[in-house]
Every structure is written in C-alpha cells, then in structure tokens.
Nanobody, 129 residues
Framework: HVQLVESGGGSVQAGGSLTLSCTTS?????????LAWFRQSPGKGREPLAS??????RTFYPGYRRGRFTISRAGAKVDLLMSSLKPEDTATYYC????????????????????????WGQGTQVTVS
C-alpha cells in the first residue's frame, strides 16, 4: 500500500537551516509521479515549495522562491533542504504525489500552484523563532 512519511521537522532559530525528508513506499514498478513539498499555516492554503519528476529527476520551483528551498534525492528519500529560515516559514510541511507519465504535468502543477495531488503524508511541524 502506498505510503508517504515526512520526517525532520523541529524548532530552529531564524537564519538557520533544516532538512526535511519524504520516504515513499508501495508504488507499482511502472508508476511515475510528481513528488512535491508543500507547507500550510493557520488561515492559509497549502503552498507548493518544490517538486521533482520521478522518471527523470527534473525539478520545479516557484519563480519567486528558487534557491532558499531546494529539493534533492537522497537514496530512497526525497529531501527538502531549507536555509536562511525566517519566522514566517513556521508551518506544517507535507509531501505529496501526483501520478503522471509526463513531466510537463509537474511543471504545470507548480506553475499554477495546484494542490491536485493524490497522496499526502501526515505532515511535519517546523517552528522558526
């Protein structure tokens, strides 16, 4: 059965760095997908931060935030590397997948800030003070 599990959240001082990990399991051998990191704060929708297409490793970022948040493969895991953290980065962070055979779909989902993903993890809390 398909599972997504986030880990690595915690408390960090402003200006610090943190790496979150998303571990996937249960996908069929023929499945390819976009895997994206989102965050959500009280009173806000889920905001996409970065994504990767599993078949090729191509990555996608919102144009206004490229660089401070980086998506990276780490063995069987997909990491979100966060640096220069600010108090406004305090949120619950999620990973999610959207099945597709076309990496252009991942680009479209990022460009439109879509939350149309089929599977979601439970979230991990990040607090910046």
């Amino acid at each position: 059965h398909v599972q997504l599990v986030e880990s690595g959240g915690g408390s960090v001082q402003a200006g610090g760095s943190l790496t979150l990990s998303c571990t996937t399991s249960g996908f069929a051998s023929t499945t390819t997908y976009c895997l994206a990191w989102f965050r959500q704060s009280p009173g806000k929708g889920r905001e996409p931060l970065a994504s990767i297409y599993s078949a090729t490793g191509r990555t996608f970022y919102p144009g206004y935030r490229r660089g401070r948040f980086t998506i990276s493969r780490a063995g069987a895991k997909v990491d979100l590397l966060m640096s220069s953290l600010k108090p406004e980065d305090t949120a619950t962070y999620y990973c999610a997948t959207h099945s597709t055979r076309d990496g252009g779909v991942c680009e479209y989902l990022m460009h439109t800030a879509s939350t149309d993903y089929e599977r979601w993890g439970q979230g991990t809390q990040v607090t910046v003070s």
